[in-house]
Every structure is written in C-alpha cells, then in structure tokens.
C-alpha cells in the first residue's frame, strides 16, 4: 500500500500469485501476523509488478500449477531477483528461485503430496523456536535436487533434498508454511517477518481508526450515501462511514421488488438497533418492469446493475449527496484487476457494477480487507451477529434464481419456497455449517398429481452448498428427511408447484447460483 495521495499508509509484504491454490491464504496469515500483504498476479504489467516490490519490505513467491521446465516466469523472477529485495519462495517459488539462482529442479524420485517429515539441516535463524524435524503439507512432483552455487542447503525430506535453502537475503522452502496441516507454520512466516524487518503495524483497531479519520477528513460538510444491502460488507462499510461524519451519511435500502420474504424490513430492523436509520426506496415496479421480457442471465444482472445505479443516484442527488459509500472489499478489486491505493477515494471502475460515468465520488472504506477481516471489524463495531452471519444474496438477488422471465408469478412462489427452505434448515440447526442455502424456480413445468387431479405446474429446485469463500463449493449432504420435509412443503404449501429436485452438482463445474 503506497503512499500517492495521502490517507493510509502501511508498507506491505508482497504476494506474487503464480497460480496456487493456496495464495490468498498467503496473504492473509501475513495479515494475521499484523503485517500489510498486498497480493498481485505475475501477469500484471511488469513495470507495475517492480513497483511493488519496490515498494515492499520483501517479496513472496507463491505456489503454482506450472513446472518450471517451462521456462515460462524465468524473465520476471530475474527482474525480481535484481530489486535486491528479500524473498521468500514458497513450492513452486522456492523452485523459481532455485533455478533462477543456478539451481537444478527435476522431477523428484518421490513426489510429494499431504503430510511429509522434513529434517533440519543448519539451525537458520528462520527455524527459530521450530524442532529440528517436523511435519509439513507438501504438494509437489518437481523439486530443488541441486542448489545454486553459494546457497545454502537448510533442510531436506526424503523426496526434496532441498527442502529449505538459504541464498543470502532470499529462503526457498518447497512446502506450504501458510497452510493448517503444516505444523510451525506460522511460527516459520513470523521468523521470516523479523528477518526481514517488517514491523506489526497491521492492527485492525488502529487500521479503521485511520480509515474513519480518512473518510472524515475527504467528505468533509458534504453528504454521502450509503447504499446498503443488508449484507455484512455494505453494513460494516456504512456504520464505519457513519462513524466518521454521523448524519451527514444517509443510508439507503432500495427496494428492488426481488428481495427474500421478511426482507427490507428485517435489515432495517436490525440496522436501527446500531443507530442507522436507512431510508427506503420503493422502487420494486420498476425493476420489475424493466426485466419484463428478459430472459437472458447477463442481460437481466446489466438491466439490474444499471437500473440500480440509476435509483441510488437520483436518490444521492435529492438528498445533495456528493459520495457515495461502498462495501467493495479487497478480493473485489483484485479480481477486477485494481489495486486498492493509499486513497480513500476509489482509484479503479466499475468494480461492482456501477457505471464509470455515475456522478457521485465513490469512498470504498473496507477495500483493503479480506472478508475474515471484515468479520473481525464488523464485530468490533457492534454490527449484529445476525447480519455478520447472514448468506451472502447476489446483486441481482431473486432475479438470478428464476430461470427465464421474471414475472410477479414467479417472484412470489420462489420467495415462498425459498422461505420453506430456509425454515427448514434453520430449525434443523445446521445452517451454521453451510455457505449458502436457497430455492431456484425453473422456467420448465413437470406434471403432478394434486388431490385427485393432474397437475401441471412449476419446478423448484433445492441448493445447499458448503464452502470456505465461494471459490468453490461442495454440495450439502442433506438429510433424506429433511429434504423430503421441504418437498412436501413447498409442494403441498405452493400450488403452483408440482416438483421439488436437489443440486447435486459441486463447483466446479456449477456455479452457486442458478445463473
Ligand atoms: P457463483 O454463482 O459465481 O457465486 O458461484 C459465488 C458467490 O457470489 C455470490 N454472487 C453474487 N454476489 N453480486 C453479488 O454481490 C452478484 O451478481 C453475484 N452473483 C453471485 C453468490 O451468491 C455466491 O455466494
């Protein structure tokens, strides 16, 4: 995080993602051990991707799915290697390293996957309170077997005899310190955070301090809005900025006519109970009016998306508003291809799909955080557990969970069996261990028996799934019982709908929602 255009400064640790499965978590132990990681593609820009480093107590190398016969990433790590700045190499890092160094990478006579012993060879400052032999998550097929000239070998396993080497300033370790299975983990990134200087200045408390200090200082006497979804990132984002210049943010719900059963109202509830007071936008018969005829996925979120940003801005412009308040949170910007910038003030576009020409300045306070740290903040503000534990609901909400047309129709069966199943569920007690759990209205019709009549009539689908942060996710294995309890529900309770089927389908290849 650099210092153009004053408001939060913290020097980072850089994350250089080369593919791994693991590289964000990375990041985030970095941030767990209070310091700053900024995580950056190789693919980025290279002039970009230097300034970064240059502007970082010390580099990591993630893991990746590429061997490096490839050759494909020699030419950046050298560049890299020239900035004269700390690395860390991490599995497939730590072989970049090596062969970028003079080392030998081969295939290994023993590949190496899950749980694997590594033994200490020279008690290296890194290994700093960590016995000499210990288990480790490794996931590798290729390995360090000669080191480069002038390193040195600092541990081996039986399929890496060299585990962990030393080149003065730079460490390559072939397993994964950042993962749970690996034993001193965090003990081994902690180390290597002290050798290369890096103060512990990434507290949260002190961090939204700053951040509320910032946005006071940027909005001013003017006015912002707040648009709120009820979500955790849009609540956290608005009571921080409500911290900062109290009435002067006015929070917004817009009532797009596709939200859940209960909802705006509970949101509203609950967000009175920390002292915002949302004001509401009826503007249901024009969402749906505008999708009427659309059945195309992407062409019903880009009506949605635009329609939104149209309500939220006249709304900001009535009020005299001139920012506007946004729950962006950092993998939002990263995937997007941003980076958050010292700045208050959003530096990148249409991160969540708000026009590039909307007219309102756009403040992003939760931009530099990860959702567990988001949790962490908006715990520490009072934001209820209700909400902090809420599923997430997509942007366009209801409208991506019927398939085909939205009609009027469709919105109320689907609200009414999507509360079926949250009802369920909810009084089974497991929804703490599910990511997400919803109902999804199908376009095609299935024929039934009702009383003593055929039935021809809608089907409703059951989605449960369980994840960590929705990169994927596994399917929720329901009990029979339980899934026969909503079927008989939405059937018997919904006329309109004659079938109930279960997703069984993970992602990849489905998504999590419907379209
Ligand atoms: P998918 O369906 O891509 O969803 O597997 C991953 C996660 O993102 C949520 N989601 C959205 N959230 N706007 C949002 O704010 C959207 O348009 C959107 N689409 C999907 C989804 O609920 C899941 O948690």
């Known amino acids: 995080m650099d210092n153009a255009?004053?408001?939060?400064?913290?020097?980072?640790?850089?994350?250089?993602?080369?593919?791994?499965?693991?590289?964000?978590?990375?990041a985030r132990r970095i941030r767990e051990l209070e310091v700053y990681g900024e995580f950056v593609s190789h693919t980025i820009d290279t002039d970009n991707l230097l300034e970064y480093v240059r502007e970082s107590y010390g580099v990591i190398l993630s893991g990746g799915p590429a061997s490096v016969w490839e050759g494909k990433h020699d030419d950046i790590i050298k560049l890299i290697?020239?900035?004269?700045?700390?690395?860390?190499?991490?599995?497939?890092?730590?072989?970049?390293?090596?062969?970028?160094?003079?080392?030998?990478?081969?295939?290994?006579?023993?590949?190496?996957?899950?749980?694997?012993?590594?033994?200490?060879?020279?008690?290296?400052?890194?290994?700093?309170?960590?016995?000499?032999?210990?288990?480790?998550?490794?996931?590798?097929?290729?390995?360090?077997?000669?080191?480069?000239?002038?390193?040195?070998?600092?541990?081996?396993?039986?399929?890496?005899?060299?585990?962990?080497?030393?080149?003065?300033?730079?460490?390559?370790?072939?397993?994964?310190?950042?993962?749970?299975?690996?034993?001193?983990?965090m003990k081994l990134l902690s180390n290597w955070l002290d050798i290369i200087g890096a103060?512990?200045?990434?507290?949260?408390?002190?961090?939204?301090?700053?951040?509320?200090?910032?946005?006071?200082?940027?909005?001013?006497?003017?006015?912002?809005?707040?648009?709120?979804?009820?979500?955790?990132?849009?609540?956290?984002?608005?009571?921080?900025?409500?911290?900062?210049?109290?009435?002067?943010?006015?929070?917004?719900?817009?009532?797009?006519?596709?939200?859940?059963?209960?909802?705006?109202?509970?949101?509203?509830?609950?967000?009175?109970?920390?002292?915002?007071?949302?004001?509401?936008?009826?503007?249901?018969?024009?969402?749906?009016?505008?999708?009427?005829?659309?059945?195309?996925?992407?062409?019903?979120?880009?009506?949605f998306g635009k329609l939104y940003a149209e309500v939220l801005e006249e709304e900001a412009l009535k009020l005299g508003a001139e920012y506007l308040v946004q729950g962006t949170i950092y993998p939002d910007i990263i995937e997007s291809g941003g980076r958050p910038g010292a700045s208050i003030i959003k530096t990148h576009h249409n991160v969540a799909g708000l026009p590039r020409n909307i007219r309102l300045k756009i403040v992003e306070p939760l931009k530099w955080f990860y959702k567990d740290e988001v949790r962490r903040i908006a715990r520490k503000l009072g934001v209820p557990e209700e909400i902090i534990k809420?599923?997430?609901?997509?942007?366009?909400?209801?409208?991506?969970?019927?398939?085909?047309?939205?009609?009027?129709?469709?919105?109320?069966?689907?609200?009414r069996a999507d509360a079926i199943v949250r009802e369920e569920i909810e009084n089974s007690g497991i929804q703490?261990?599910?990511?997400?759990?919803?109902?999804?209205?199908?376009?095609?019709?299935?024929?039934?028996?009702?009383?003593?009549?055929?039935?021809?009539?809608?089907?409703?689908?059951?989605?449960?799934?369980?994840?960590?942060?929705a990169m994927t996710a596994s399917i929720a294995r329901l009990q029979w019982d339980l899934l026969e309890r909503i079927a008989s529900r939405i059937t018997s309770e919904i006329p309109q709908v004659t079938r109930v089927l279960y997703d069984i389908t993970s992602k990849p290849p489905a998504t999590i929602e419907w379209e």
């Not at 009383?451 to 059951?462: E, I, L, M, S």
């Open 199 to 303: 103060p512990r200045v990434w507290k949260l408390d002190i961090v939204v301090d700053k951040i509320i200090e910032d946005i006071r200082g940027v909005i001013g006497d003017s006015i912002a809005v707040a648009a709120i979804s009820g979500g955790i990132d849009s609540t956290t984002a608005t009571l921080i900025a409500y911290k900062s210049i109290g009435s002067k943010l006015k929070p917004v719900i817009i009532d797009h006519g596709l939200h859940p059963q209960g909802e705006p109202a509970r949101s509203i509830k609950l967000l009175e109970s920390i002292g915002l007071k949302p004001i509401l936008v009826d503007a249901s018969d024009m969402f749906i009016e505008a999708l009427k005829g659309i059945t195309d996925p992407e062409e019903k979120r880009r009506i």
């Open 390 to 415: 809420r599923q997430p609901i997509p942007g366009p909400a209801l409208a991506v969970r019927i398939e085909g047309e939205v009609t009027r129709e469709k919105i109320d069966i689907v609200r």
């Open 5 to 26: 255009g004053g408001g939060l400064t913290v020097k980072h640790v850089l994350i250089i993602d080369f593919g791994g499965q693991y590289s964000h978590l990375i």
């Open 81 to 185: 290697i020239k900035e004269d700045k700390p690395i860390l190499g991490i599995c497939y890092g730590h072989q970049l390293l090596a062969r970028a160094l003079g080392g030998i990478v081969q295939r290994s006579h023993k590949p190496e996957f899950g749980p694997t012993t590594v033994f200490l060879k020279v008690r290296d400052r890194i290994f700093k309170g960590i016995p000499n032999s210990f288990i480790v998550w490794m996931s590798h097929n290729d390995a360090v077997i000669e080191p480069p000239p002038g390193a040195e070998v600092l541990a081996y396993s039986h399929g890496s005899p060299v585990a962990a080497m030393r080149y003065g300033i730079h460490y390559g370790i072939q397993w994964h310190p950042e993962v749970a299975h690996t034993s001193y983990g």
């Open 432 to 469: 703490e261990r599910l990511w997400q759990y919803f109902a999804i209205l199908l376009n095609s019709k299935a024929t039934g028996v009702k009383g003593d009549n055929r039935a021809y009539g809608y089907v409703v689908v059951v989605r449960a799934v369980i994840s960590v942060d």
